[in-house]
Nanobody
């Protein structure tokens, strides 16, 4: 059974930082590109940032200079360090694992991030 379990969401003030973490089980982690997406009500889920097993990263343009995604294969974890947060970053953040060959994709349950004063 595949599970992706996120942690680290919450409320943060504008300009602040937050770190999300996700631990996967039930998959051969090195075969997957892992990362984060986010979704706000009424809109489709959008890419935040992903990282392949070789370390290649891909970011959505508005977060490229503020967010960093990293992975630890030994622990089956992927993290998202978010800096200089602004209210437009408020969303539910989802952990993702996508098989590098078949493109089968798994999702976590989502964690709420709210940026507000």
């Amino acid at each position: 059974q595949v599970q992706l379990v996120e942690s680290g969401g919450g409320l943060v003030q504008p300009g602040g930082s937050l770190r999300l973490s996700c631990t996967a089980s039930g998959i051969f982690y090195k075969l997957y590109t892992v990362g984060w997406y986010r979704q706000v009500p009424g809109k489709s889920r959008q890419l935040v940032g992903t990282i392949s097993n070789s370390g290649t990263t891909n970011y959505e343009g508005s977060v490229r200079d503020r967010f960093a995604v990293s992975r630890e294969n030994g622990n089956n974890t992927v993290a998202l360090q978010m800096n200089s947060l602004n209210p437009e970053d408020t969303a539910v953040y989802y952990c993702s694992a996508r098989h590098a060959i078949t493109a089968r994709q798994y999702w976590g349950q989502g964690t709420q991030v709210t940026v507000s004063s």
